[in-house]
């Protein structure tokens, strides 16, 4: 298996303009997470998903960010307008469908917006 | 409120010494605890899980401990290799809604 497969790996763009980061989960994996990493903050959960239904988006900023995920095998996180203070790395996980087990994660995409 | 603090925030060590990192937790009631690590442009990768019942768990080189006593874990590397350096981060499970909390790591780097 490929692991959790992310893109793009990096990102610039300018205040104002949307943003889409795509993931696509290992295969047979019930659980998707999308993270933000800064170092100020470290990593922080956004945005859940279980058999494609968002179950917990208290994590989600603002409204400028929205999350879906249209099938088993792939999630976009959005941000609309993107701001300078969105620059961070932004993860995406997957995990089978125990609760102990491990996530595993992407290799993010890095985030600038100038 | 849950909390995760790691020290030493970051550190130094010559390739072949030992180290320890700290992890202390306010997250109650406890599930789990998870140790990884996240080489630079990377994902973080797990090393090991500590549930309540367990004192010490060894993977390799990596030795964690738990004092769910103390509320208390660290991460003992035996042997440092240049590759050790990357940040570790400890993750606990718990609390209300049995979410995880996340400690903003201990950036390791090892020298020659």
């Known amino acids: 298996d490929a692991g959790v497969i992310q893109s793009p790996r990096h990102e610039v763009t300018e205040m104002g303009q949307e943003v889409t980061l795509r993931c696509k989960p290992i295969?047979?994996?019930?659980?998707l997470f999308w993270y933000r990493q800064t170092m100020m903050r470290g990593l922080e959960l956004l945005i859940y998903f279980n058999n494609n239904v968002p179950i917990d988006d208290s994590g989600m900023p603002e409204d400028r960010f929205s999350a879906k995920m249209p099938n088993a095998s792939f999630s976009t996180l959005k941000i609309q307008p993107s701001e300078p203070r969105d620059s961070a790395v932004y993860f995406c996980?997957?995990?089978?469908?125990?609760?102990?087990?491990?996530?595993?994660f992407g290799p993010g995409t890095r985030l600038t917006v100038l | 409120k849950n909390q995760v603090e790691q020290s030493p925030q970051s550190l130094i060590i010559l390739e072949g010494k030992n180290c320890t990192l700290q992890c202390n937790y306010t997250v109650s009631p406890f599930s789990n605890l998870r140790w990884y690590k996240q080489d630079t442009g990377r994902g973080p990768v797990s090393l090991t899980i500590?549930?309540?019942?367990?004192n010490t768990k060894s993977n390799g080189r990596y030795t964690a401990t738990l004092d769910a006593d103390t509320k208390q874990s660290s991460l003992h590397i035996t042997a440092s290799q240049l590759s050790d350096s990357a940040s570790y981060i400890c993750?606990?499970?718990?609390?209300?809604?049995?979410?995880?909390?996340f400690g903003t790591g201990t950036q390791l780097k090892v020298e020659l």
């Open positions: 500590m549930t309540f019942s367990e």
């Open positions: 993750v606990v499970r718990g609390g209300g809604g049995n979410k995880l909390t």
């Open positions: 295969s047979g994996h019930d659980y």
């Open positions: 996980a997957s995990r089978r469908d125990q609760l102990y087990n491990e996530q595993f």
